[in-house]
Protein backbone atom coordinates (compact mmCIF):
# COMPACT_ATOMS: atom_id res chain seq x y z
CA UNK A 1 0.00 0.00 0.00
CA UNK A 2 3.04 2.39 0.56
CA UNK A 3 4.30 1.99 -2.87
CA UNK A 4 0.87 3.05 -4.12
CA UNK A 5 0.41 5.92 -2.23
CA UNK A 6 4.22 6.98 -3.28
CA UNK A 7 3.25 6.28 -7.14
CA UNK A 8 0.05 8.41 -6.75
CA UNK A 9 1.99 11.28 -5.08
CA UNK A 10 4.79 10.87 -7.52
CA UNK A 11 2.00 11.51 -10.45
CA UNK A 12 0.46 14.18 -8.75
CA UNK A 13 3.69 15.88 -8.12
CA UNK A 14 4.53 15.41 -11.76
CA UNK A 15 0.93 16.46 -12.86
CA UNK A 16 1.56 19.86 -10.64
CA UNK A 17 4.65 20.61 -12.09
CA UNK A 18 3.98 20.01 -15.48
CA UNK A 19 1.10 22.48 -15.57
CA UNK A 20 2.80 24.73 -13.20
CA UNK A 21 5.21 25.20 -16.90
CA UNK A 22 2.55 24.70 -19.05
CA UNK A 23 0.99 27.99 -17.60
CA UNK A 24 3.91 30.06 -17.56
CA UNK A 25 4.97 29.14 -21.34
CA UNK A 26 1.14 30.04 -22.77
CA UNK A 27 1.58 33.55 -20.36
CA UNK A 28 5.09 33.79 -21.81
CA UNK A 29 3.79 33.23 -25.40
CA UNK A 30 0.70 35.43 -24.68
CA UNK A 31 3.02 38.32 -23.74
CA UNK A 32 5.27 37.87 -26.18
CA UNK A 33 2.87 38.09 -28.73
CA UNK A 34 1.35 41.15 -26.97
CA UNK A 35 4.89 43.36 -27.08
CA UNK A 36 4.97 42.32 -31.18
CA UNK A 37 1.39 43.66 -32.10
CA UNK A 38 2.09 46.32 -34.11
CA UNK A 39 0.66 49.78 -32.54
CA UNK A 40 0.04 53.46 -33.58
CA UNK A 41 4.01 54.19 -32.47
CA UNK A 42 5.07 51.47 -34.60
CA UNK A 43 3.61 53.06 -37.83
CA UNK A 44 3.80 56.44 -39.60
CA UNK A 45 1.23 57.24 -42.42
CA UNK A 46 2.71 59.62 -45.16
CA UNK A 47 -0.01 61.15 -47.09
CA UNK A 48 0.95 63.27 -50.50
CA UNK A 49 -0.16 67.33 -49.94
CA UNK A 50 -2.30 67.38 -52.97
CA UNK A 51 -4.99 64.46 -53.92
CA UNK A 52 -6.66 64.90 -56.80
CA UNK A 53 -10.04 63.24 -57.51
CA UNK A 54 -10.05 59.86 -60.02
CA UNK A 55 -6.49 59.70 -59.84
CA UNK A 56 -4.37 56.90 -58.26
CA UNK A 57 -2.57 58.45 -54.91
CA UNK A 58 0.57 56.77 -53.36
CA UNK A 59 0.25 56.61 -49.94
CA UNK A 60 3.48 55.67 -48.21
CA UNK A 61 3.20 53.50 -44.77
CA UNK A 62 6.55 53.30 -42.88
CA UNK A 63 7.65 51.23 -39.84
CA UNK A 64 9.74 53.43 -37.48
CA UNK A 65 11.86 50.49 -37.06
CA UNK A 66 12.88 48.51 -40.33
CA UNK A 67 13.66 45.22 -38.05
CA UNK A 68 9.94 44.67 -36.90
CA UNK A 69 9.67 41.16 -35.65
CA UNK A 70 5.97 41.46 -37.38
CA UNK A 71 8.22 42.31 -40.58
CA UNK A 72 10.75 39.77 -40.29
CA UNK A 73 8.15 36.96 -39.52
CA UNK A 74 5.50 37.44 -42.37
CA UNK A 75 8.58 37.72 -44.85
CA UNK A 76 7.58 42.06 -45.17
CA UNK A 77 4.20 41.49 -46.96
CA UNK A 78 1.56 42.84 -44.28
CA UNK A 79 -1.95 42.64 -44.86
CA UNK A 80 -3.64 46.05 -43.84
CA UNK A 81 -7.58 47.12 -43.61
CA UNK A 82 -7.67 50.38 -46.18
CA UNK A 83 -11.11 51.65 -46.54
CA UNK A 84 -13.10 48.48 -45.79
CA UNK A 85 -10.65 46.75 -47.93
CA UNK A 86 -7.44 43.82 -47.44
CA UNK A 87 -5.00 45.36 -48.98
CA UNK A 88 -1.59 43.45 -49.41
CA UNK A 89 1.49 45.20 -48.71
CA UNK A 90 5.17 44.79 -49.40
CA UNK A 91 7.60 46.73 -47.62
CA UNK A 92 11.32 47.13 -48.35
CA UNK A 93 14.14 46.42 -45.89
CA UNK A 94 14.40 50.00 -44.55
CA UNK A 95 10.44 49.66 -43.50
CA UNK A 96 9.05 51.54 -46.00
CA UNK A 97 5.93 50.22 -48.31
CA UNK A 98 3.04 52.41 -50.14
CA UNK A 99 0.03 51.84 -51.88
CA UNK A 100 -2.18 53.21 -54.40
CA UNK A 101 -5.64 54.62 -53.74
CA UNK A 102 -8.13 56.83 -56.32
CA UNK A 103 -9.92 58.57 -54.18
CA UNK A 104 -13.48 60.26 -54.89
CA UNK A 105 -15.22 63.85 -54.25
CA UNK A 106 -14.55 63.57 -50.54
CA UNK A 107 -13.33 60.69 -48.98
CA UNK A 108 -11.84 59.44 -45.57
CA UNK A 109 -8.49 57.57 -45.37
CA UNK A 110 -9.10 54.65 -42.94
CA UNK A 111 -6.49 52.50 -42.20
CA UNK A 112 -6.45 49.50 -39.48
CA UNK A 113 -3.84 47.01 -38.88
CA UNK A 114 -3.84 44.92 -34.95
CA UNK A 115 -3.61 47.81 -32.69
CA UNK A 116 -2.25 50.07 -35.15
CA UNK A 117 -5.16 52.82 -37.02
CA UNK A 118 -5.03 56.00 -38.81
CA UNK A 119 -8.16 57.95 -39.75
CA UNK A 120 -7.69 61.42 -41.52
CA UNK A 121 -10.67 63.44 -43.42
CA UNK A 122 -8.81 64.79 -46.51
CA UNK A 123 -9.51 67.55 -48.93
CA UNK A 124 -9.91 66.04 -52.58
CA UNK A 125 -9.46 68.40 -55.35
CA UNK A 126 -11.39 67.99 -58.46
CA UNK A 127 -9.44 68.14 -61.65
CA UNK A 128 -11.65 70.55 -63.09
CA UNK A 129 -10.23 73.28 -60.98
CA UNK A 130 -7.60 72.59 -63.07
CA UNK A 131 -8.79 71.73 -66.69
CA UNK A 132 -11.56 74.61 -66.81
CA UNK A 133 -9.11 77.05 -66.08
CA UNK A 134 -6.45 76.30 -68.43
CA UNK A 135 -8.89 75.19 -71.22
CA UNK A 136 -10.38 78.78 -70.82
CA UNK A 137 -6.62 80.22 -71.36
CA UNK A 138 -6.06 78.01 -74.11
CA UNK A 139 -9.29 79.38 -75.81
CA UNK A 140 -8.34 83.00 -75.14
CA UNK A 141 -4.96 83.15 -76.43
CA UNK A 142 -6.28 81.18 -79.26
CA UNK A 143 -8.56 83.41 -80.09
CA UNK A 144 -6.64 86.18 -79.50
CA UNK A 145 -3.66 84.74 -81.99
CA UNK A 146 -6.66 84.44 -84.22
CA UNK A 147 -7.57 87.91 -84.02
CA UNK A 148 -4.06 89.53 -84.71
CA UNK A 149 -3.56 87.21 -87.38
CA UNK A 150 -6.01 88.63 -89.35
CA UNK A 151 -5.34 92.48 -88.68
CA UNK A 152 -1.72 91.55 -89.98
CA UNK A 153 -1.64 89.69 -93.27
CA UNK A 154 1.46 89.31 -95.22
CA UNK A 155 1.17 87.69 -98.64
CA UNK A 156 3.61 86.53 -101.24
CA UNK A 157 3.45 86.45 -104.51
CA UNK A 158 5.84 85.22 -107.29
CA UNK A 159 6.82 88.37 -109.86
CA UNK A 160 8.76 87.80 -113.30
CA UNK A 161 11.71 89.51 -111.18
CA UNK A 162 11.54 87.01 -108.55
CA UNK A 163 9.75 86.31 -105.64
CA UNK A 164 7.64 89.43 -103.87
CA UNK A 165 6.43 90.24 -100.62
CA UNK A 166 2.80 92.01 -100.57
CA UNK A 167 1.88 93.75 -96.93
CA UNK A 168 -1.61 94.73 -97.00
CA UNK A 169 -2.22 95.56 -93.72
CA UNK A 170 -5.75 96.40 -92.72
CA UNK A 171 -6.72 99.91 -91.65
CA UNK A 172 -9.21 100.78 -88.97
CA UNK A 173 -12.15 101.21 -91.83
CA UNK A 174 -11.36 97.73 -92.59
CA UNK A 175 -10.17 98.40 -96.27
CA UNK A 176 -7.05 96.76 -97.17
CA UNK A 177 -3.82 99.26 -98.72
CA UNK A 178 -1.94 97.88 -100.95
CA UNK A 179 1.64 98.19 -100.68
CA UNK A 180 4.17 96.08 -102.89
CA UNK A 181 7.28 96.13 -101.39
CA UNK A 182 10.49 93.70 -102.02
CA UNK A 183 12.20 91.09 -99.94
CA UNK A 184 15.17 92.53 -100.11
CA UNK A 185 13.80 96.07 -98.23
CA UNK A 186 11.85 93.71 -96.06
CA UNK A 187 15.30 92.03 -94.40
CA UNK A 188 17.38 95.41 -95.00
CA UNK A 189 14.52 97.01 -92.81
CA UNK A 190 14.50 94.32 -90.28
CA UNK A 191 18.13 94.65 -89.80
CA UNK A 192 18.13 98.11 -89.05
CA UNK A 193 15.91 97.58 -86.39
CA UNK A 194 17.04 94.89 -84.87
CA UNK A 195 20.69 96.62 -84.80
Sequence with gaps: MNKLIVAISFLFLSFVSLSKNLEETTTKDIISEANSRVS???????????????????????????????????????????????????????????????????????????????????????????????????LFLGYKLFRTGKKNKVAVAPSAKGVELLNIPVTEEGTPSEEKVKIKEVVEKEEEVFA
Design 40 to 138: NSAVTVKVPKYIFSGLNTNIDLVFNDPNNQKLIDNNYELFFIINGQDTKIHFDKSGVGSFSHTFNKSEDLRIYFEDFSYSANLHIISLWYIVVPVGLLV
